[in-house]
């Protein structure tokens, strides 16, 4: 499976932005699909996560304010990320993987990482 992450850049406080992650290789539908992101000196975390049916998991801090959704028909996820503040600023990662988890060791497959959405 190859991940290909698109849509970082420079956006003010409160700003939205959308990341997208298309894959390819593999039946998408099947996978679970994550984001997790890595800022500066610090350990890679998890974000989101939907499963190939569609439920979708949150870390507690961006809940209200991000969603992860996926297209089948399209081989591609999204983070649609609202609010933002500072503290989102990081690279951000999409994985797929067989397994349903909030662990970045479980997934199977990751992209390349998109520019972080950073305050301008």
């Known amino acids: 499976v190859q991940l290909q992450a698109s849509g970082g850049g420079l956006v003010q406080p409160g700003d939205s932005l959308t990341l997208s992650c298309a894959a390819s290789?593999?039946?998408?539908?099947?996978?679970?699909m994550g984001w997790f992101r890595q800022a500066p000196r610090q350990e890679r975390e998890f974000v989101a996560v939907?499963?190939?049916?569609?439920?979708?998991d949150y870390k507690k801090s961006v809940k209200d304010r991000f969603t992860i959704s996926r297209d089948n028909a399209k081989n591609t996820v999204y983070l649609q990320m609202n609010s933002l503040k500072s503290e989102d600023t990081a690279v951000y990662y999409c994985?797929?993987?067989?397994?349903?988890?909030?662990?970045?060791?479980?997934?199977?497959?990751w992209g390349q990482g998109t520019q972080s959405p950073s305050p301008s």
């Open positions: 994985a797929a993987g067989s397994r349903w988890s909030r662990v970045p060791s479980i997934y199977d497959y």
């Open positions: 290789g593999r039946t998408f539908s099947s996978l679970h």
């Open positions: 939907i499963a190939s049916n569609g439920v979708a």
